[in-house]
């Protein structure tokens, strides 16, 4: 089979011709979403956090078709790929937060993933019978959850700042234009500005070059500030710009770090949390949102042959929502 493989850090993904994997449950691919952590991961960013061998298959944003299954999933299921495997133990494996579990491994960065033509997956919990287009489906199983989860308890009237305007920031948007918020978009991309204004923020705001995101929002505060960036540069001025019992959520991963004076987080009361990914019930909240077309993923296609192609897209800014690619 055709797949693109990470042979070391820093380099292109090597399209080779590979033995088709045998264990486990095995699904032909239909769409794999190309997510940022694909670029981290491709640099090396990540290779003291995560350990990762390589060679390696990327590809962790997977819709698929079962062709070999098991008593839960039968042949011909389409199925979407959460891509944190657990222990099945521990309390986050019981509550489903696979993704906290301290034996985790996530398919597409420990375990071969779906930049392939077939993916084998270890266990069955980690898949969720779906119906719809596969290119629009597989952003889902990580941007589309992540929006999920980086939005819950967030409600009508809430006034909420996006730091960002990436693939996961656009899904949050539709899902937060869902429950009645007031969402404002900061970000540096004027295209990418233009399509979150098309659907649905109230207010876009494009930072200029050598300005703070302060001094572009002036007098505005929010209850809710979500930074899908995660930089030094968006996390220095967040933590000001909050409402009294204002809540800052870090999605993010550009590895900035935050600094908060005591004093800011005592008299306002202030919360900071970090979000990484969603539960696997995330995912099937999700997927109903999509289900009943509530939601709608922006993908562009590509071939799994074009892949480095989609990845220069993406390095360069060029992609709006998710690339999304397709064997072979
Ligand atoms: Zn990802
Ligand atoms: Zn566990």
Known sequence: MLA??????????????????????????LATGLCHGDLHVMNGDWKYEIKIELPKILGHEIVGEVV????????????????????????????????????VKIVGLNIDGGFAEYVSVPTDNILLRVDGNPVELAPLADAGITAYSSTKGIGEGDNVLIIGTGAVALLALQILKLKGARITVIGHNKNKLGKAKEIGADEVIDIQDGSTIASEIKESKFDYIIDYVGSDYTLSDSMWLLNREGELR??????GTLTVPEQL????????????????????????????????????????????????????????????????
């Not at 850090?9 to 590979?18: K, Q």
């Not at 042949?75 to 937060?97: A, F, H, Q, T």
């Not at 202030?270 to 922006?298: A, M, T, W």
């Open 250 to 255: 870090i999605v993010g991963e550009f590895g």
């Open 4 to 29: 693109a493989i990470l042979r070391s850090f820093g380099e292109e993904l090597s399209l080779e011709d590979v033995r088709e994997p045998s264990n486990g449950i095995i699904l032909k691919v």
């Open 265 to 328: 987080l005592v008299l306002k009361g202030l919360k900071v949390r970090g979000i990484l990914y969603g539960s696997f019930d995330d995912l099937i909240s999700v997927y109903k949102l999509y289900n009943e077309g509530k939601i709608r993923p922006i993908v562009n296609t590509y071939r799994l042959r074009d892949i480095n192609k989609s990845i220069k897209g993406l390095r360069e800014g060029k992609m709006i929502g998710r690339a999304v690619i397709v064997p072979p």
């Open 68 to 103: 070999k299954g098991n008593h839960n999933f039968k042949e011909g299921d389409k199925v979407l790929v959460y891509n944190s495997v657990g222990c099945g133990k521990c309390k986050y494996c019981v509550s489903r937060k696979y993704q906290y579990c301290e034996k």
